[in-house]
């Protein structure tokens, strides 16, 4: 495709539920981040991948949180047992190095009730 | 680590008026300053970046000056549009998206 996609764009999950939201990055890029953006906040960063290895998890917030991209495209972030907290919007950007210019997906809002 | 702030949280002006987003950073080792503009619904789109080298870049309507040795940079938008209208995202970091950290955003409503 043309930009990042990602999906879904809205998930409603149960508290406790475990959800995962995927994201296609733009072909041939090699950097991959996951941010998450609270309402009427900026994104902060959650984590990163080179290709299929992931560099950064720094910023992932608990070990419920976990990321994959196992062949350095497509990734996969899931949250387990989701809390009211992590009731935000999850977006996925990609580029094609790292440094070079972050392209964004939509984003996927999570709503946990 | 890096701490962005972003000043004013919503601004409202006349279309035709001018427009200043004001941000600063707390580690002096950054040195890649982009911004972003985030349409309702969408993800935040790059509209322009500075690198440290350089103290002012414009991009037809839009401006960035950067101040290093104040640790604050600043985006100018002239001759707003009703389309300008959205929320715009100042970050910062050393070269790397890893690193990147953004502002709180700022809501720009544009008055036709």
């Known amino acids: 495709g043309a930009g990042v996609s990602q999906s879904p764009r809205y998930k409603v999950a149960k508290r406790g539920q475990d959800v995962a939201l995927r994201c296609d990055p733009i072909?041939?890029?090699?950097?991959l981040f996951w941010y998450q953006q609270a309402l009427g906040q900026g994104p902060e960063f959650l984590t990163y991948?080179?290709?299929?290895?992931?560099?950064?998890k720094s910023g992932l917030p608990s070990d419920r949180f976990f990321a994959e991209r196992p062949e350095g495209s497509v990734s996969t972030l899931k949250i387990q047992r989701t809390q009211q907290e992590d009731s935000a919007v999850y977006l996925c950007?990609?580029?094609?190095?790292?440094?070079?210019?972050?392209?964004f997906g939509q984003g996927t809002r999570l709503t946990v009730v | 680590g890096e701490n962005v702030e972003q000043h004013p949280s919503t601004l409202s002006v006349q279309e035709g008026d001018s427009a200043v987003i004001k941000c600063t950073y707390s580690?002096?080792?950054?040195?890649?300053f982009p911004w972003y503009k985030q349409e309702l619904g969408k993800g935040p789109q790059l509209i322009i970046d500075?690198?440290?080298?350089?103290g002012e870049k414009k991009d037809q309507r839009i401006a960035v000056t950067l101040n290093k040795t104040a640790k604050h940079f600043s985006l100018h938008i002239t001759e707003t549009q009703p389309e300008d209208s959205a929320v715009y995202f100042c970050?910062?970091?050393?070269?790397?998206?890893?690193?990147?950290?953004f502002g709180a955003g700022t809501r720009l409503t544009v008055k036709p």
């Open positions: 950007a990609s580029s094609l190095v790292n440094g070079g210019e972050a392209f």
């Open positions: 072909s041939g890029h090699v950097s």
């Open positions: 991948f080179q290709n299929e290895a992931q560099l950064d």
């Open positions: 580690d002096s080792a950054s040195n890649y």
């Open positions: 500075i690198r440290s080298n350089v």
């Open positions: 970050a910062a970091s050393m070269n790397n998206n890893n690193d990147m950290r």
